[in-house]
């Protein structure tokens, strides 16, 4: 049992970490506010001056961030979909199917995950190039991006489906219900926050998604966020204020939606730790 003087020294801990992972989110806020001198002043100042709050509207305007923001959904939600369908039905049977095959596959499903999206942009840009997918460069992209997330999904369901009793698969299949109906009616619904909770990181994650965009979208008007982000970056000049201005819109509505949903996010990933 922890003694209260232990627990002030873990809570000031926790605290002083807190506050070293939350400081680069609060320097791009105030950043974004700050004037182009006030941005290279020495000292640094750690409350703007004179807050510039037009920026925020003029690079909206400018920028046509509404474009960018509208693909960045588009490209998260077809991802989140597409793996949300494909990889729970593969999470149920790694959990319920055990053998030396199953065992290959999830050692292949590992390994997929630790391959970065920079090795793997070269061949998948050719094999789409091949088939003709690449005049459809937003769903080349949910492709690829799914290609990349599933493991991950797949290794966080997995968890959670292995949390449900086998036994009440076969209570359903003695009351005459198939495999696929136990699943469906039985399965699925006890194991819902976990799959929930595993497509909404899916979408965080495809949301901020720049590798494979920047390379396989060309066209303007087509592409996510996260590369009209990088297009302020200019071989002469960087509009430090603007990109802090346009990264706080774009990373805000994330921020928010993880801090409303914390809990949830929490148990869902908990959910397959303890039986």
């Not at 305007?61 to 588009?74: A, H, K, P, Q, T």
């Not at 049977?93 to 995950?113: G, K, S």
């Not at 960087?238 to 201005?245: F, G, K, Q, R, Y």
Request: hydrophobic share 55%; net charge positive.
């Amino acid at each position: 049992m922890m003694t209260p003087h232990l627990n002030r020294i873990y809570l000031g801990a926790a605290i002083v970490f807190a506050i070293i992972y939350l400081f680069p989110l609060y320097w791009m806020y105030v950043t974004a506010l700050k004037s182009g001198s006030e941005i290279f002043a020495y000292p640094p100042t750690f409350i703007p001056k004179d807050p510039q709050w037009g920026v925020f509207s003029h690079v909206w305007e400018v920028r046509g961030m509404g474009r960018f923001i509208w693909n960045s959904l588009v490209i998260a939600t077809g991802t989140m979909i597409l793996v949300a369908g494909l990889g729970t039905g593969c999470s149920y049977v790694l959990a319920r199917y055990r053998n030396i095959w199953i065992d290959v596959a999830l050692f292949l499903v590992l390994m997929l995950q630790v391959l970065p999206a920079s090795l793997m942009i070269t061949p998948l840009f050719v094999g789409f190039s091949a088939v003709g997918l690449l005049d459809y460069p937003r769903f080349a992209v949910i492709l690829a991006v799914t290609a990349k997330a599933m493991p991950f999904f797949v290794i966080l369901v997995r968890a959670t489906f292995m949390a449900v009793p086998a036994e009440l698969e076969e209570a359903a299949l003695v009351d005459g219900n198939s495999r696929v109906g136990a699943f469906v009616s039985v399965v699925l619904p006890l194991a819902r926050n976990g799959v929930l909770v595993s497509a909404i990181l899916i979408f965080m994650q495809a949301f901020g998604e720049f590798v494979y965009s920047k390379s396989i979208i060309q066209d303007v008007n087509l592409q996510p966020a996260s590369v009209g982000l990088n297009a302020f970056m200019g071989p002469n000049t960087v509009e430090w204020n603007n990109i802090m201005a346009y990264a706080t819109i774009y990373v805000t509505p994330i921020l928010a939606a993880f801090v409303l949903l914390q809990q949830r996010i929490v148990a869902g990933l908990t959910s397959g730790a303890l039986k």
